[in-house]
Each structure stands twice: as C-alpha cells, then as structure tokens.
C-alpha cells in the first residue's frame, strides 16, 4: 500500500457540513496525441514492436510520430464534510533528542500528506510536558525543551479545543498523541477516563509511543516494549475493543510509514466500522 492509498478514517457526512474536497489525479485513457510528459512507454513500445513486425523488421526501434501512445489524466474531486486534526506532542525531559526527531518526522510527514490530499482540513498542534499549549506550526516543530510529564494535559486541551471550535455535528475530529509513554501512575487514569471522552466527539483518536534509545537501541530493534501508559489503555476493555481507538509503536526511523499506515488505512478503518 502506498501513501497515497492512506486518507482520515471514518469520514462521514455531517447535519452542518461544510465541505473539503480531496483531489485525486486518476487514469481515465489512452490518446494518439498528448503531451511528452504523459507518454506511455509501455504502449509506445508495443505499438512501434508490432508495427515493425508487421512490416518484417522485428525487433523495437525506428519509432514513428504514429507510434507515440499518451496516457490521459482526469483530477477528480470528491467531498467529505470538513475535518479537525488536532497533534499533540510530548515535549518532557524524558523525550531525548533522538525522540523528538522520530515524533516531529512522523508529524511533519502526516500534515503534509494530510494538507496534500485535502482541502480546508483545520490542523491545530499541541505540546505538552506537565502543562499544554497549543502552539504554532513553526514552533512545534522547533521545540526542543524539557519538564516533567503529565500527558493527561495534552488529551484534555486537544478535548477543550474540540469542545470550543469543533463541534461533532459538524466536523469530523481527529486527536493524534505522541509520547514515550513515561508517565505517573496516578495520571494514566486520568488519561484513559479523557480519551474516552474524546471518542465521544471524536471519529477517531490514534496514541503512538516512541521507544527509541541511543542506549539500549539493539533491544530496540528487536520489537521494544510499550510503556506504562499503553499498558494502563490495553487494561481498558472498551479502548482495547474500540476500533476507532489506535494505538501503534515507533522503535526506529524506519518504523515511520508502518506508524502512519496504522492511524490511516481508511480501508482497515471501513472494514471495523
């Protein structure tokens, strides 16, 4: 599967819609003339094959203006009903260098396949460390400082911005939260008790942990662990059965495409619908 197969999953049509539209160049033809870029070679080779056969001279070369085979494009527009795509980052001491790399890569990669195959989607981003703040683009991915840990701060402002903004009736929400999954103990409820709420408004709500470490990076590599606040959501029998509840683990830099297929195979997310 490629990128370009990945969209928001559940989209659905909304009372108050306001529509986005996603473009998609789609193959529609084969034409005799066209421009140089769209040349089919495959079939330009095929015809100029066939002709020199029939002409006794087999083999491919020689070609002719006649030869020439173009594919035809048509950019199709369909529309769904408007969407908010909220990122939150953790930005707390215990997210080292290399952490923040595979995080802002993965979200940096995200809006822009998000922004790229939709319009007029809303993306608002978030940091947090024991306090969220929704920040700019620019400084999101500039942040490089470090605090304590309370990720629960990160899925409450994601839900009041949501509450104040967005209301379900008329967008399709989405909350995608990066962590290492260090957190306290008497804050992982809390954590739990929040993303319930948020797939209450939500139509999908995706939580990654990045488990990368420049110390133990060979143990890494061999699948890793999930940490304390995954293990507090797969206790949770109705996040744990929710589909629309996803979680997926980055270990290293090439577990970045696995990572966003896991938050948007819209064919994936259909099929537990």
Request: aromatic share 12%; proline share 3%; with cysteine.
């Amino acid at each position: 599967m490629m990128l370009e197969d990945l969209g928001l999953p559940w989209l659905e049509q909304k009372e108050q819609q306001v529509e986005l539209e996603t473009e998609e160049t789609v193959f529609h033809d084969i034409s005799k003339k066209g421009l140089p870029p769209n040349v089919d070679r495959r079939r330009t080779i095929l015809r100029n094959l066939r002709r020199n056969i029939a002409n006794n001279q087999p083999g491919v070369g020689g070609f002719i203006p006649e030869d020439l085979r173009f594919r035809v494009w048509e950019n199709v527009l369909e529309k769904h009903s408007n969407a908010s795509v909220i990122l939150a980052m953790d930005r707390s001491g215990s997210m080292t260098l290399e952490k923040k790399f595979i995080v802002k890569s993965f979200f940096f990669w995200m809006v822009n396949f998000i922004r790229r195959k939709y319009q007029n989607v809303e993306v608002v981003f978030v940091a947090y460390d024991t306090v969220a703040r929704e920040v700019g683009e620019e400084n999101f991915f500039a942040i490089s400082e470090g605090g304590g840990t309370m990720i629960s701060s990160g899925f409450k402002l994601a839900k009041e911005i949501v509450e104040a903004r967005f209301p379900p009736d008329a967008w399709n929400n989405y909350v995608f939260c990066f962590s290492d999954g260090e957190n306290w103990d008497d804050d992982n409820g809390r954590c739990v008790v929040l993303v319930k709420e948020l797939l209450g408004m939500c139509q999908a709500v995706g939580y990654g942990e990045v488990s990368y470490s420049d110390e133990f990076y060979n143990w890494a590599s061999f699948g890793g662990s999930w940490f304390t606040l995954h293990k507090e959501f797969s206790r949770d029998n109705d996040l744990s059965e929710d589909p629309r509840f996803m979680t997926a683990s980055i270990v290293k830099r090439e577990d970045l495409y696995a990572c966003l297929k896991q938050f948007l195979d819209v064919d994936e997310g259909k099929g537990k619908r």
